[in-house]
């Protein structure tokens, strides 16, 4: 004859034994799931499971439980406390997620003008920087190509120097150097031929 999951809980939770009411939590989590999924809107399915909910109940309640706070006089009255709380943790969470929930819409139904312009860079921006970069590459001898190569990629300069074996002070210069020589031919290009870049 198989033990109730909740009697075994309201056993270990006097107790104090965690391991023992884990598992016994476990066998009880899939009915507080459901008590959950029935709850959640479809629209706001994608945004959290039953899963979350009631993993955040029991991380939240182990500590309350075990402790000498809250005593249950039989299973119906724990069982009842446990729905309230998930129940209650879901509201929270279904707060949480309907105002953006409400904003959104479905990309098809979205008009061009709303659709915010993206953060990549335009094909003739990436264009106009390849152009710069081949001449910064023109600019310097090949053996400050791999400097400018590591900081294009992101890279600081102790890492480039990490990596060089170069001061940081020279890593320095040369960046500043190659950079006024590349100022000056575009201020030279937009004096007279207009700008190049």
């Known amino acids: 004859m198989s033990i109730d999951p909740l009697s075994a809980l309201l056993e270990t939770l006097?107790?104090?034994d965690q391991a023992?009411?884990?598992r016994a939590f476990a066998v009880y989590e899939p009915y507080l799931r459901k008590v959950v999924r029935r709850r959640i809107p479809q629209r706001l399915r994608?945004?959290?499971?039953?899963?979350?909910?009631?993993?955040?109940?029991?991380?939240?309640?182990?500590?309350?439980?075990?402790?000498?706070?809250?005593?249950?006089?039989?299973?119906?009255?724990?069982?009842?406390?446990?729905?309230e709380v998930t129940h209650n943790r879901f509201i929270d969470r279904l707060r949480k997620h309907k105002a953006a929930a409400k904003h959104e819409q479905p990309l098809e139904r979205t008009s061009p003008q709303e659709i915010?312009?993206?953060?990549?860079?335009?094909?003739?921006?990436?264009?106009q920087a390849d152009e710069l970069w081949q001449k910064m590459l023109s600019y310097c001898p090949p053996a400050y190509h791999e400097i400018l190569a590591f900081r294009r990629s992101g890279l600081s300069l102790a890492e480039i120097a990490a990596r060089t074996g170069l001061h940081e002070g020279s890593i320095r210069r040369i960046i500043r150097k190659i950079s006024r020589h590349v100022a000056m031919?575009?201020?030279?290009?937009?004096?007279?031929?207009?700008?190049?870049l």
């Open 14 to 16: 006097t107790s104090g």
């Open 116 to 127: 915010p312009a993206s953060r990549e860079p335009r094909p003739s921006e990436l264009a």
């Open 185 to 196: 031919e575009q201020s030279a290009g937009d004096s007279s031929a207009g700008q190049i």
């Open 46 to 83: 994608s945004k959290f499971d039953s899963c979350d909910v009631v993993q955040s109940v029991w991380a939240g309640l182990w500590g309350k439980l075990s402790s000498a706070r809250w005593r249950f006089a039989d299973v119906e009255h724990l069982r009842a406390f446990l729905v």
């Open 20 to 22: 023992a009411a884990e």
